[in-house]
């Protein structure tokens, strides 16, 4: 039986840190990360006599960047809902455009980082972009903090590289602590590429 997910309490269980979406993005985040996705397909897909100069220019990079520490919840990579991945250069560059108690809708695509072979996005990519949409699910629907306690992907077709996607996803059952997510992914034709059904579960408050 579906039940209506209730809001968040106030507080945080378990010591779960309170991470709210980011306002703003800070000047050149967008663009710093879209350059490290270009990087880590560059990576897989080239063969350069340049790889010591090019790790010169990372480290230089990182050496920049390293006298910044800002902790989970105040550094905003992985925090802006405007940015591709939510700004976090791990994620793959979708886009959550509709988001709600009824559901989430994302929209993007994987890159050559992604491929497991044959230009087909590797099969565990999949099950990372759907734990984090199974995340976006329960957050719009005002859950509390959870954790994910199972995860399947039932694999219908390639999922191609480069090409515009689209995934939804909804709590279909709420039994207590328990949220019952499902989820699709498929191609611009309409093609089904996956579906994935999760548990997540709300955390008690001495859970971390």
């Not at 269980?13 to 560059?42: C, K, M, N, S, T």
Request: aromatic fraction near 6%; hydrophobic fraction near 40%.
């Amino acid at each position: 039986m579906t039940e209506t997910a209730p809001a968040a309490p106030a507080g945080s269980p378990g010591g779960f840190p309170q991470i709210q979406p980011a306002e703003h993005a800070p000047p050149g985040l967008g663009r710093f990360v879209a350059a490290l996705r270009r990087l880590q397909d560059l990576a897989v897909s080239t063969d350069s006599p340049a790889w010591t100069a090019a790790a010169e220019h990372v480290e230089e990079a990182c050496a920049m960047l390293d006298g910044h520490p800002a902790p989970q919840g105040v550094a905003p990579g992985g925090r802006v809902i405007g940015l591709p991945g939510l700004g976090h250069p791990l994620l793959p560059p979708w886009l959550v455009t509709e988001s709600g108690p009824d559901g989430v809708i994302m929209d993007g695509h994987f890159t050559r980082a992604h491929v497991g072979g044959n230009n087909a996005v590797h099969g565990g990519m999949i099950p990372l972009f759907y734990d984090w949409l199974f995340g976006m699910v329960v957050s719009g629907a005002g859950c509390p903090p959870t954790r994910t306690a199972f995860l399947h992907v039932d694999y219908r077709n390639i999922t191609p590289i480069d090409e515009p996607l689209r995934a939804e996803g909804r709590i279909s059952e709420v039994e207590g602590r328990k949220y019952f997510v499902a989820a699709s992914m498929t191609a611009a034709d309409g093609t089904l590429l996956s579906e994935a059904t999760g548990l997540m579960v709300r955390l008690l408050p001495h859970q971390p």
